[in-house]
Nanobody, 127 residues
Framework: QVQLVESGGGLVQAGGSLRLSCTSS????????LGWFRQAPGKERDFVAA????????DYADSVKGRFTVSRDNVKNTLYLQMNSLKPEDTATYYC????????????????????WGKGTLVTVSS
């Protein structure tokens, strides 16, 4: 079982930055690929970014490429999402998730590929 806890959300003005973190208490953190998804009110949960177990492979949604960076620290059992040049349309609850297997990051771009989820952290970008 993997328990995931997100933090770092908040209110930021358009053009600003935030860094989200996701920590795990499990000892198997490094054996899972990880991803960030987001869900705006009334919308489906969408893929944002993913990273392979080793961190060597990453993948991003087109809407965040060049603005967001996903990374992980397998010693600290922590996943990060650095978000720059934020836009009002980035407003959503952001969830981290863990998926089994050793595939490249792009494999984990669907919610169906993830096995464990955090409860989310809210990001609000004001215009």
């Amino acid at each position: 079982q993997v328990q995931l806890v997100e933090s770092g959300g908040g209110l930021v003005q358009a053009g600003g930055s935030l860094r989200l973190s996701c920590t795990s208490s499990g000892r198997t953190f490094s054996t899972y690929a990880l991803g960030w998804f987001r869900q705006a009110p009334g919308k489906e949960r969408d893929f944002v970014a993913a990273i392979s177990r080793s961190g060597q492979s990453t993948d991003y949604a087109d809407s965040v490429k060049g603005r967001f960076t996903v990374s992980r620290d397998n010693v600290k059992n922590t996943l990060y999402l650095q978000m720059n040049s934020l836009k009002p349309e980035d407003t959503a609850t952001y969830y981290c998730a863990a998926g089994r297997g050793s595939y490249t990051a792009s494999y984990y771009s669907a919610t169906s590929k993830m096995d464990y989820w955090g409860k989310g952290t809210l990001v609000t970008v004001s215009s």
